[in-house]
């Protein structure tokens, strides 16, 4: 059994994670302040988050202005997608084996 993925492990970044795991596959990426309401964060809190998950390579995070307002989109990568999934398989593993 692999051990636990310390990165997605974190209570919000595993919310953000299993948020973006979710999306319709034809609605890729979610508005940040969606995410935010989501997860239950800050701003602050959020952001840095993102930030980890980014350098991780697990997320991707757009800007772009819609109307005139700007607009953070946030969106999981491949990379991302693959190490919730194994991180996801250990948490079942680990369940099954508490019987």
């Known amino acids: ?6 990165i997605i ?3 919000v970044r595993l919310k953000i ?3 973006l795991n979710a999306l319709r596959p034809q609605r890729e990426a979610i508005e940040f302040t969606r995410l ?3 997860v239950g ?3 602050g809190n959020l952001g840095s988050h993102i930030d980890t998950l980014v350098k991780a390579g697990y ?3 757009d800007k772009r202005f ?3 307002k700007p607009q953070t989109r946030v969106s999981m990568t491949a990379a991302g997608r693959r190490a919730f999934a194994e991180h996801v398989a250990y948490l079942r593993e680990m369940l099954d084996s508490a019987d």
């Open 1 to 6: 059994m692999s051990g636990a993925n310390e």
């Open 66 to 68: 819609e109307n005139r």
């Open 17 to 19: 994670m299993a948020a």
């Open 59 to 61: 997320v991707a995070v």
């Open 41 to 43: 964060a800050t701003d």
């Open 36 to 38: 935010k309401a989501l």
């Open 9 to 11: 492990h974190q209570s």
